[in-house]
T-cell receptor, first 108, second 112 residues
Framework: GIQVEQSPPDLILQEGANSTLRCNFS?????LQWFHQNPWGQLINLFY???GTKQNGRLSATTVATERYSLLYISSSQTTDSGVYFC??????????FGQGTRLTINP | DTEVTQTPKHLVMGMTNKKSLKCEQH?????MYWYKQKAKKPPELMFV???????INESVPSRFSPECPNSSLLNLHLHALQPEDSALYLC???????????FGPGTRLTVL
């Protein structure tokens, strides 16, 4: 099956810093999503980005499908950005396969 | 509205109990999913329903029994669970395949 690898596994930053999270995948995909899981367990959709670049406020994402990676950029980090960030790709028609996640801690 | 609701939020059950988890969405989505998430791990797919029919069962033990009574509801019936089944159970839905999946807040299950 498809392999999804995220880096770094853990990231600790001061408030106001910028960060880049990476997701590599082992096969071509037509569906890639980025999620933020907050400390209460809720998975929040950030981007549906099988290719190209999208921006939403302080967050942006880029997927280079031909090179099998995606990047999530967080600018001017806030403590509320803390949590685990997952990328996930679709295997077959329906199965969403998640990476192991990047645990982000933003200190005040 | 992109809301998926799940009840209960927390559940504690003994190994001989029978309980059910419920998931509901009113976005007109035709695919619904159950995931299991252990601590410090990513969610893992358990079941997929498409147009109210079970389309994927990821070799889940029979002590977990899914049910899709209609296009808005998804249940997960639990019976004779083991302590290692303690986890966060997440429900999701999507309009079609393959498109964005929207997740509910989860049920945190503890099996004693």
């Amino acid at each position: 099956g498809i392999q999804v690898e995220q880096s770094p596994p853990d990231l600790i930053l001061q408030e106001g810093a910028n960060s880049t999270l990476r997701c590599n995948f082992s096969d071509s995909v037509n569906n890639l999503q980025w999620f933020h899981q907050n400390p209460w367990g809720q998975l929040i959709n950030l981007f549906y980005i099988p290719s190209g670049t999208k921006q939403n406020g302080r967050l942006s994402a880029t997927t280079v499908a031909t090179e099998r990676y995606s990047l999530l950029y967080i600018s001017s980090s806030q403590t509320t950005d803390s949590g685990v960030y997952f990328c996930a790709v679709v295997q077959g028609a329906q199965k969403l396969v998640f990476g192991q996640g990047t645990r982000l801690t933003i200190n005040p | 509205d992109t809301e998926v609701t799940q009840t209960p939020k927390h559940l504690v059950m003994g190994m001989t109990n029978k309980k059910s988890l419920k998931c509901e969405q009113h976005m007109g989505h035709r695919a619904m999913y159950w995931y299991k998430q252990k601590a410090k791990k990513p969610p893992e797919l358990m079941f997929v329903y498409s147009y109210e029919k079970l389309s994927i069962n990821e070799s889940v033990p029979s002590r977990f029994s899914p049910e899709c009574p209609n296009s808005s509801l998804l249940n997960l019936h639990l019976h004779a669970l083991q302590p290692e089944d303690s986890a966060l159970y997440l429900c999701a839905s999507s309009q079609g395949l393959p498109v964005t999946q929207y997740f509910g807040p989860g049920t945190r299950l503890t099996v004693l």
